[in-house]
């Protein structure tokens, strides 16, 4: 399907010296760019109509609009990275817009055809373009729907609201790279066989807070899931992806299923099997994990997503006990991992799987 998007630049645009002063230091999802992208949706009307590209305002939302009574809403994430060379590259866009159909599918909500959403970012990407930060720094986009019918009974909304807005980040943990801890919830869980623990939906999210803020109050950066059934198997952290490194150089990671199938664990696999390394997708306990940390068989761990890139895993709490891996320090594979990832986010290195697109 193709669809025009009509462009109406800001009337009152962020002044330059503004945007510097924002772009300074702009930490993550806080600093929003100028525009947004929308697209419409009824069924009556026959589908997806009135694609625009205009100044970032309040939606207008009727009190009875079904997302704000059934939360049925799905988002995505990705980042825009500026070249060396001025260039301006998105990483692997494609992998969202499927998972963004996928999402939709799940949520029995309209599916966005994966043109459309692409064609959305990269009209924000392009009116934006100043807003993108350099060096280390990204322009983070957030492709979101939301059900917008008019009407309390429980059931698809025949209404949705499409729209991509865009904030500069830095680095999503403050430390940047250094380790981060985690926090293994003994008392909630993520997601069931059957749920919806495998699409973005913003549901489990606000599932997820919970127990974020217990990892919170026992000092750790983020909290680790395990699964809803056994309560012993990893899963993956509040909004990232795992891995774990053993020392015979393997890589393992949890299975597909009841977690989010991200782009950067994708990737990462990809990366790990590129350089002849075996990557098991296999069931692994928090209690195994404590016993391989302790006998030296576990090297390293890490986190992994778009808005972490690849944050080592220093320090594991729970209320069955603490341990640490790798002494707390970086490990060389999660550390060289990131590096060959941003290497080819950035354009700085040849892109062996085609996952650049280039913006300009
Ligand atoms: N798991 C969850 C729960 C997430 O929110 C994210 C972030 O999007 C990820 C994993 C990583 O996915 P991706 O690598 O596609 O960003
Ligand atoms: C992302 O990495 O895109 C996410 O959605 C994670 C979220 C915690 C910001």
Not at 70 to 86: N, P, S, T
Not at 101 to 113: E, G, H, I, N, W
Request: proline share 5%; with cysteine.
């Amino acid at each position: 399907m193709s669809i025009k998007f009509d462009i109406q630049p800001a009337a009152n645009p962020t002044s330059e010296k503004d945007r510097v002063a924002k772009l300074a230091d702009p930490g993550f999802g806080r600093v929003f760019t100028d525009h947004m992208a929308i697209v419409r949706y009824n069924q009556a009307k026959g589908g997806w109509y009135d694609a625009r590209i205009e100044a970032r305002a309040n939606f207008q939302l009727d009190p009875a609009g079904a997302v704000l009574h059934y939360a049925q809403e799905i988002f995505e994430g990705l980042k825009a990275y500026k070249r060396d060379d001025g260039g301006v590259n998105l990483f692997r866009p494609d992998a969202n817009a499927r998972r963004f159909k996928d999402s939709a599918d799940r949520m029995a909500m309209a599916q966005l055809p994966e043109d459309v959403f692409i064609e959305a970012v990269e009209q924000v990407v392009r009116i934006d373009r100043d807003w993108i930060p350099g060096g280390e720094g990204s322009l983070y986009l957030r492709p979101f729907m939301i059900a917008s019918e008019i009407f309390l009974g429980v059931k698809p909304s025949s209404e949705y609201i499409f729209a991509v807005i865009a904030s500069p980040v830095g680095s999503y943990f403050k430390g940047g790279p250094a380790p981060v801890s985690i926090w293994a919830s003994e008392n909630y869980t993520r997601a069931a066989v059957g749920g919806t623990g495998a699409v973005k939906c913003g549901g489990n999210y606000a599932a997820s807070l919970r127990a974020q803020a217990e990892a919170i109050q026992h000092g750790c950066d983020q909290v680790v899931f395990l699964d809803a059934v056994e309560r012993r198997y990893i899963e993956e952290l509040g909004g990232m992806n795992v891995f774990f490194v053993f020392e015979d150089g393997s890589l393992s990671t949890p299975p597909l299923g009841t977690i989010l199938p991200g782009i950067t664990r994708d990737s990462i696999i990809a990366l790990a099997n590129d350089a002849g390394k075996t990557v098991r997708e296999e069931l692994y306990s928090l209690d195994q994990w404590r016993k391989d940390a302790a006998s030296g068989k576990l090297k390293e761990a890490f986190a992994c997503g778009t808005a972490a890139v690849i944050s080592p895993i220093g320090k594991v709490r729970s209320v069955s006990g603490d341990f640490d891996i790798c002494g707390g320090a970086a490990g060389p594979v999660a550390m060289g991992l990131r590096k060959q990832l941003i290497d080819i986010q950035y354009g700085r290195t040849n892109d062996p799987h085609n996952w650049i697109k280039k913006v300009f």
